[in-house]
């Protein structure tokens, strides 16, 4: 008698186990709002985020419109890529415009020269209400900063969009309270429980495109803050500041004048997961002038309502 092996199904690798849990998320988030919508700057996080979207509603099209928060001093490179993605996914692309907030005096213009990275809470919180939006996904994970780690995969804000981290609600074996009460609105963060190097190993999976600015390339720097900033226009040389030409890359992807690059020669998705995995300091603990304000800048920029 010939006897049928049982069917066994390939044990999940770590990597699957984060996409399946953070599919889930977008989708029940999703069930449970009415207008949702998903943040998407073009770094290397919103982009993995905005891939798990699109594997977690295909075959249909997203559900739900992206939105880009633009402080006007990106680099290129990120917005050309932004744009590229979201013509090729078909999607609705909302551009919120920290000019336009300036403009209509809602926040002080810092010069031209100053950082607006610290202006986008109230361009958020503008659009979100323009929009009628009442929940937002963002690709912020724990490991980035502290104020993150203490924050919950399903954050909710006030009728004024503020975070109150003693007023969270509980989230014991992966069980979400989804339900938005009357003036709150919620933030979702579906790679709450990645790394850094999950999302490169991921990206190197998917074989997914990014910003060319991710990869090792030569560009002219200066030394500032005890960071490689690229010459551009929105970082000019001051007096006393000379300009070097280096091999580098951008770990994060932030504003071009707080934004620093790490000389590196990691010039493959390969290269750079063999990189990350041996760094001893975080992306933006190493490269993001604007969390290096304070002692708790991104806590502070959280209860303002930033993302």
């Given at each position: 008698m010939t006897v049928t092996p049982l069917r066994t199904h390939p044990s999940l690798d770590h990597l699957d186990a984060l996409e399946s849990q953070a599919m889930?998320?977008?989708?029940?988030?999703?069930?449970?709002?009415?207008r949702p919508v998903l943040l998407f700057s073009g770094g290397k996080d919103s982009a993995v985020l905005l891939h798990l979207?699109?594997?977690?509603?295909?075959?249909?099209?997203?559900?739900?419109?992206?939105m880009h928060v633009d402080t006007g001093q990106n680099f290129p490179e990120v917005l050309g890529f932004r744009d590229r993605t979201v013509e090729r996914l078909g999607a609705r692309l909302v551009v919120a415009s920290v000019q336009d907030s300036i403009d209509k005096g809602r926040v002080v213009d810092p010069g031209p020269l100053?950082?607006?990275?610290?202006?986008?809470?109230?361009?958020?919180l503008d659009a979100i209400t323009d929009h009628g939006f009442d929940a937002a996904f963002g690709g912020a994970r724990r490991d980035e900063d502290k104020a993150r780690a203490k924050e919950r995969i399903l954050s909710f804000r006030n009728s004024f969009g503020q975070w109150d981290p003693r007023a969270q609600r509980p989230e014991l074996w992966q069980l979400y309270q989804g339900r938005v009460?009357?003036?709150?609105h919620l933030r979702a963060f579906?790679?709450?429980?990645?790394?850094?190097?999950?999302?490169?190993?991921?990206?190197?999976?998917?074989?997914?495109?990014?910003?060319?600015?991710?990869?090792?390339?030569?560009?002219?720097?200066?030394?500032?803050?005890?960071?490689?900033?690229?010459?551009?226009?929105?970082v000019v040389p001051r007096e006393g500041e000379a300009t070097e030409w280096k091999t580098v890359r951008f770990r994060t992807v932030g504003d071009a004048n707080c934004t620093g690059a790490v000389e590196s020669s990691a010039d493959t998705l390969a290269a750079i997961v063999h990189e990350v995995s041996t760094a001893n300091v975080s992306e933006r603990g190493a490269t993001r002038a604007d969390d290096r304000f304070s002692e708790t800048a991104?806590?502070?920029?959280?209860?303002?309502?930033?993302?």
């Open positions: 889930f998320i977008l989708r029940e988030v999703a069930a449970e709002c009415e979207a699109v594997k977690a509603f295909s075959p249909q099209r997203l559900p739900f419109p992206v100053g950082s607006r990275n610290r202006l986008q809470s109230v361009t958020l009460n009357h003036g709150e579906p790679l709450s429980d990645w790394t850094e190097l999950d999302v490169w190993q991921y990206i190197e999976r998917e074989h997914m495109e990014l910003p060319s600015i991710y990869f090792a390339h030569r560009r002219e720097v200066l030394r500032r803050d005890s960071m490689w900033l690229a010459v551009g226009p929105h991104m806590e502070d920029r959280k209860r303002e309502g930033y993302f």
